[in-house]
């Protein structure tokens, strides 16, 4: 690591971020008195019914704050580099930006890059760290200040905060709670990494795990596997892809379930019971109840309305596009 040429009260920090996760973490910069002098997110993209353009979560609150915006389609380009290097960045604090940082780009900065990840390191690397680890059933997870490195989350590690995954955490809560916790850390320990007296430890290469990213495929439930893997599945998928399963031709969308573990001898996929407290479906060694369900072109309700309108009873869900 480099050192800084400017007081360490005023840094010129470039930050790169780009979805709601990143937004903490860019507030706690501007509320501990280290606005970056650029802000760096990806480009607006087409969202919603219209397809209009949509700024992202990160740019809307840097234009909030009054803050330079720049949006780049990539940072491998030498007018690219040249445009970063003009901020004259001490550091770059890189937060889910979603694209890669050549070896050029980290160069820029004295201080390098700092990277806040959604995971104890080495464990979980990757674009789907919060996913990952709810469907691995981990007990604990967390976040990491990484100086970073041209790998995949390769770089050493500053410092981490961990949590425990509670067992009814999904995907939204858990990278709510992380991106809390990370703006916090950052705000924490900036301060002794921009005066150099922070010295990140290596990441241990025999215990890396990769949080591949996700593929739509992976929310179809399987009713012929454990219950305990199909909660996590259900919780590990919402808010996006959503866990889904089939009735006939109908597509129907899970959002909330909870395991039950009385097996039943009925095929995998049957529905058992459906009233007030959801819809109970057979799974390999136990019932899923499902709480929250979505049908097509419908909004999501609680399982006991659609058990209310539909004769579920003995009927059998599946799998599979």
Same mark, same amino acid.
């Given at each position: ?12 920090? +470039? ?201 739509? $495929? ?32 109908? +597509? ?50 609680? &399982?006991?309305?659609? &058990?209310?309108? $539909? ?11």
């Amino acid at each position: 690591m480099g050192s800084l040429d400017t007081d360490v009260e005023s840094p010129r920090i +470039v930050y790169a971020g780009t979805p709601e996760f990143a937004v903490p973490a860019l507030q706690a910069l501007i509320g501990a008195g280290y606005p970056p002098v650029a802000v760096y997110t990806q480009p607006d993209r087409p969202a919603g019914r219209g397809r209009r353009l949509r700024p992202s979560p990160v740019k809307q609150v840097a234009e909030a704050a009054g803050l330079p915006v720049v949006q780049p389609e990539g940072l491998k380009s030498a007018e690219a580099r040249a445009a970063l290097a003009d901020w004259r960045p001490d550091i770059l604090i890189v937060a889910a930006y979603g694209l890669i940082l050549p070896r050029a780009v980290l160069a820029i900065p004295p201080l390098g890059g700092l990277n806040l990840h959604a995971s104890l390191l080495p464990r979980w690397r990757g674009a789907a760290p919060i996913h990952r680890a709810i469907l691995a059933g981990d007990r604990e997870t967390g976040v990491c200040l990484m100086q970073m490195e041209p790998g995949l989350d390769t770089g050493p590690v500053h410092a981490c905060r961990a949590v425990p995954i509670a067992d009814d955490a999904t995907t939204g809560s858990l990278h709510d709670e992380l991106a809390r916790l990370g703006a916090d850390l950052l705000a924490e320990r900036l301060p002794a990494i921009l005066r150099g007296e922070s010295e990140p430890r290596p990441q241990d290469e025999a215990a890396v795990t990769y949080a591949h990213k996700l593929d739509k $495929a992976e929310a179809w439930l399987d009713w012929t596997r454990p219950v305990a893997e199909l909660d996590r599945q259900v919780r590990a998928f919402n808010p996006w892809p959503v866990a889904q399963t089939r009735l006939d031709d109908q +597509v129907v969308r899970v959002y909330a379930a909870s395991p039950r573990p009385q097996a039943s001898s009925a095929a995998p996929g049957t529905i058992m019971a459906a009233g007030p407290e959801g819809v109970d479906v057979a799974a390999d060694d136990g019932h899923l109840r499902l709480r929250t369900v979505q049908l097509p072109a419908r909004r999501a309700v609680a &399982a006991a309305d659609w &058990a209310r309108n $539909a004769d579920l009873v003995g009927r059998v869900l599946a799998g599979g596009a």
